[in-house]
């Protein structure tokens, strides 16, 4: 068992200069954090690892703390051995993986892809889009933890985790198919990471593998909420006047596909996978959407069931995808696509103006017309919340209200003028 300071560079500490002094461990006349590294062998050979911070600076102290962590081990005691990182992030993601609705967005599998797993013993990807996320941070998790020494659960502090949240990374940016750097974890980014962090701490929790949650403490993450800007008449017209130039081979599919989007409000999700079947001899979208499994009935313009005639569908069963495959592939695929043709329609405000505008532009318009009722049915949202929150100043009867509340403080102020 080797006991040594874990030096810190918050604290600038002499002992990271590695060409200066290539054992830092050997450097003990500073102030920075105690840590143990080593392993406990107990009477049937299972060799349990002790690394990590013993909490405190004081070398004394580091001692007695250790001393007690082995105390049990040398009167013979049989000690449960606390989990590790690795373990408990196993155990989660099984857990949720068992516990969450499985897929149902697989299409059918190609000869060429069932004969490439023949070959390499591959399975498909089942994994829940939820687990994904999880995975997405607690992968990171891991490594940052190996990097630190941390091998057990409960060695991870509140203080690590705000560490760890600092390396987080946005967007990969590609140059040459190689990726060459990364953008900025975006707040809203930050936020989803932070929360299902705290997910799987409160997990452990009630697992009894730790005492305490240290992702509860971290400091709340704000996200300020995004402006809704609708598209304009002048974008609208950029946007459609160029699908042709740049896709000369499938612009009848991708007229549609835009038009699918503008008239129905619907997530690009849910239109890539959209099929003959789920409109009505009426002209009238019936489905229950992909993120929150909610009914959802829209009715279409002429001109959204005249395109979608137009062109050859990408399958017998769906309009925009083969069927094989993943359905998050042709997503991928799709939000590609867009991404192209906002570019060279040269529309402004980055990702929040993009796919997903054509849906907040149409409830915009219900909401101001019909009300937030008639925008929250429209959207499919499970609380009028939701939908007031970011539609409510769209409304003619919050407009109303504020035109008829003016008329009456500038009658008054006129009237105080004539007297």
């Not at 239109?271 to 001899?281: A, E, Y």
């Not at 359905?327 to 043709?341: F, G, P, Q, Y």
Request: glycine share 6%; net charge positive; hydrophobic share 35%.
């Amino acid at each position: 068992m080797t006991l040594f300071r874990r030096h810190e560079a918050s604290r600038k500490c002499k002992y990271l200069n590695r060409k200066k002094y290539p054992e830092p461990r050997k450097g003990k006349d500073c102030s920075c954090v105690m840590a143990m590294d080593g392993f406990v062998t107990t009477p049937d050979g299972i060799k349990i690892p002790m690394r990590g911070s013993l909490g405190t600076r004081s070398w004394k102290d580091a001692e007695t703390i250790l001393s007690a962590k082995l105390h049990p081990y040398l009167r013979g005691e049989t000690v449960q051995a606390d989990i590790t990182v690795d373990a408990a992030v196993q155990n989660f993601l099984r857990t949720k993986k068992n516990s969450l609705p499985a897929r149902a967005d697989f299409g059918g599998v190609s000869e060429s892809v069932r004969a490439f797993r023949d070959r390499t013993g591959r399975n498909p990807d089942d994994e829940q889009e939820q687990v994904r996320k999880y995975t997405d941070v607690l992968t990171p998790l891991k490594k940052f933890c190996h990097e630190r020494g941390l091998i057990l659960l409960k060695q991870i502090s509140t203080e690590d985790l705000e560490v760890l949240a600092s390396t987080w990374k946005g967007r990969s940016t590609w140059k040459g198919g190689v990726i060459v750097g990364h953008e900025p974890k975006t707040q809203g980014g930050k936020q989803r990471y932070q929360q299902n962090l705290t997910i799987f701490f409160n997990h452990a929790v009630d697992r009894e593998w730790i005492v305490k949650n240290p992702a509860s403490k971290l400091d709340k993450i704000t996200v300020t909420d995004s402006v809704i800007e609708p598209f304009t008449v002048k974008e609208w017209s950029n946007i459609f006047s160029k699908i042709e130039p740049t896709f000369p081979k499938i612009h009848k599919m991708v007229r549609a596909f835009v038009l699918v989007l503008r008239e129905s409000a619907l997530r690009l999700g849910d239109v890539v996978k959209l099929r003959p079947q789920d409109i009505t001899p009426a002209g009238e979208i019936e489905i229950t959407t992909e993120k929150t499994d909610e009914y959802v009935w829209v009715t279409l313009p002429e001109e959204v069931l005249v395109a979608l005639n137009g062109f050859e569908p990408k399958s017998q069963k769906y309009f925009f995808w083969t069927g094989n495959g993943q359905l998050e592939t042709a997503k991928k695929d799709w939000s590609e696509n867009m991404l192209r043709l906002f570019r060279a329609a040269n529309v402004q405000g980055g990702i929040s103006r993009r796919s997903h505008n054509f849906r907040k532009t149409l409830a915009v318009s219900v909401a101001e017309e019909g009300g937030l009722d008639a925008a929250m049915i429209l959207l499919a949202h499970k609380s009028i919340k939701t939908t007031q929150k970011h539609y409510a100043k769209f409304t003619a009867g919050r407009k109303d209200k504020v035109r008829e509340a003016l008329k009456t403080v500038r009658a008054k102020e006129k009237l105080n003028k004539l007297e």
